[in-house]
């Protein structure tokens, strides 16, 4: 599964050399008992101590409650990671549009503190620079470069009014995000908006110069889409590339991730057709154990999707174990993971009570709001 975020580090090879870019195994192969676990006396999984970014964390005893974007230690599998929250005082990423005030900033929607990114393209607005295409972009500096891994994330909220119209002079498309390798051809991977079929959608453009439409969801406005890719960028066959929407594993695609060249940089915003959408909380992290930094942090915000296979990220609104089991809708079937000081914390309803008396002393009785929680269906019971 998909956001374990210590698990899937770096594993080791029957010869003992590291193996840092292996894609995760399907959710469904990932369900956990208690009784295997507490046959087995240690819980063989180790997860790294998580210290809070800025000021968006909580204290509750001895322990940190995490609400917000985690870093973790950067010396061991991450090099880089850029985030763009639009908040006062940051610095704005390099910009391509037509005029200065088509990219902006909104604090009326936004995904995580005070700020968003507001994006609008319209139709009679002039190619960028006279020849460079219809576009309304920000882009990062970072590039992704062969050989290696990276997790990306991104927020985006579509109006009602979104759909900005035609414009005649440019492809019948709308790309937001892009993965380019920097050649003057189409991104290698992409996200898109489908007004025809109310679609958005991820296209990967093969090396032969296909395009192969991965995955699509139905696109609703009003709502908030939390996106976050995880990707080995290679032109080899060990290749990956993973499409994660609210924090769950939705496609995978292995293979050939470089077609052209031997590094990727990203852009966002609105590539074609005339649009209008907010985007909040971009972020590029290297490293096999980034996609949990790259993930936007509301990942979940109501309980009652844990899925009911698999393992999945969730936001806890608060309360005792009884309102968290009754909220995840996994009556006692459900188990719960907290990571402080460098290992897990379980919690399971169909446990006895020994089993949980690590979580019990942890959180004496009131689980803090909006802590982050691992969370899985498939216990006992």
């Given at each position: 599964m998909s956001l374990l975020r210590r698990v899937l580090r770096t594993r080791q090879t029957s010869s003992g050399s590291p193996v840092a870019h292996q894609p995760p195994q399907p959710r469904h192969s990932r369900g956990l008992q208690w009784p295997l676990v507490v046959a087995a006396g240690v819980l063989m999984v180790v997860i790294a101590s998580v210290a809070t970014q800025d000021d968006r964390a909580e204290a509750h005893t001895n322990f940190t409650t995490t609400v917000a974007w985690i870093t973790a230690d950067a010396s061991e599998l991450r090099l880089e990671?850029?985030?763009?929250?639009?908040?006062?005082?940051?610095?704005?990423?390099?910009?391509?549009?037509?005029?200065?005030?088509?990219?902006?900033?909104?604090?009326?929607?936004?995904?995580?503190?005070?700020?968003?990114?507001?994006?609008?393209?319209?139709?009679?607005?002039?190619?960028?620079?006279?020849?460079?295409?219809?576009?309304?972009?920000?882009?990062?500096?970072?590039?992704?470069?062969?050989?290696?891994?990276?997790?990306?994330?991104?927020?985006?909220?579509?109006?009602?009014?979104?759909?900005?119209?035609?414009?005649?002079?440019?492809?019948?498309?709308?790309?937001?995000?892009?993965?380019?390798?920097?050649?003057?051809?189409?991104?290698?991977?992409?996200?898109?908006?489908?007004?025809?079929?109310?679609?958005?959608?991820?296209?990967?453009?093969?090396?032969?110069?296909?395009?192969?439409?991965?995955?699509?969801?139905?696109?609703?406005?009003?709502?908030?889409?939390?996106?976050?890719?995880?990707?080995?960028w290679s032109r080899g066959n060990d290749g990956f590339f993973q499409i994660y929407l609210d924090g769950r594993l939705q496609y995978q695609y292995n293979g050939r991730t470089l077609n052209d060249s031997n590094?990727?940089?990203?852009?966002?915003?609105?590539?074609?057709?005339?649009?209008?959408?907010?985007?909040?909380?971009?972020?590029?992290?290297?490293?096999?154990?980034?996609?949990?930094?790259?993930?936007?942090?509301?990942?979940?915000?109501?309980?009652?999707?844990?899925?009911?296979?698999?393992?999945?990220?969730?936001?806890?609104?608060?309360?005792?174990?009884?309102?968290?089991?009754?909220?995840?809708?996994?009556?006692?079937?459900?188990?719960?993971w907290f990571t402080v000081g460098g290992e897990l914390v379980w919690y399971n309803a169909a446990a006895p009570d020994f089993v949980n008396a690590r979580w019990n002393a942890l959180f004496g009785g009131s689980i803090p709001e909006n802590t982050l929680l691992i969370a899985t269906c498939g216990g006992s019971g």
């Open positions: 990671h850029q985030r763009v929250s639009y908040e006062d005082g940051e610095e704005v990423p390099y910009s391509q549009a037509p005029s200065d005030d088509r990219l902006g900033f909104t604090s009326s929607i936004v995904r995580e503190g005070s700020r968003a990114g507001t994006v609008l393209l319209l139709p009679d607005d002039p190619a960028y620079r006279g020849n460079l295409g219809y576009r309304a972009e920000w882009q990062s500096d970072v590039y992704g470069q062969e050989g290696r891994e990276y997790s990306y994330g991104a927020s985006y909220y579509l109006p009602d009014d979104w759909n900005q119209g035609r414009n005649p002079k440019t492809f019948d498309d709308r790309i937001i995000f892009q993965f380019h390798e920097g050649n003057g051809k189409s991104p290698t991977f992409s996200l898109h908006l489908d007004a025809d079929r109310g679609r958005i959608f991820v296209r990967h453009r093969e090396d032969n110069g296909n395009f192969d439409a991965l995955w699509s969801t139905e696109l609703k406005t009003d709502s908030w889409y939390d996106f976050a890719f995880r990707a080995y590094r990727i940089y990203t852009k966002w915003g609105i590539y074609g057709q005339p649009t209008k959408l907010i985007v909040d909380e971009v972020s590029i992290v290297e490293g096999a154990d980034g996609l949990f930094d790259a993930t936007p942090a509301r990942v979940a915000t109501l309980m009652d999707v844990v899925p009911k296979t698999g393992v999945a990220l969730v936001r806890f609104s608060g309360g005792d174990n009884a309102d968290l089991v009754r909220s995840s809708g996994c009556s006692k079937s459900a188990m719960f």
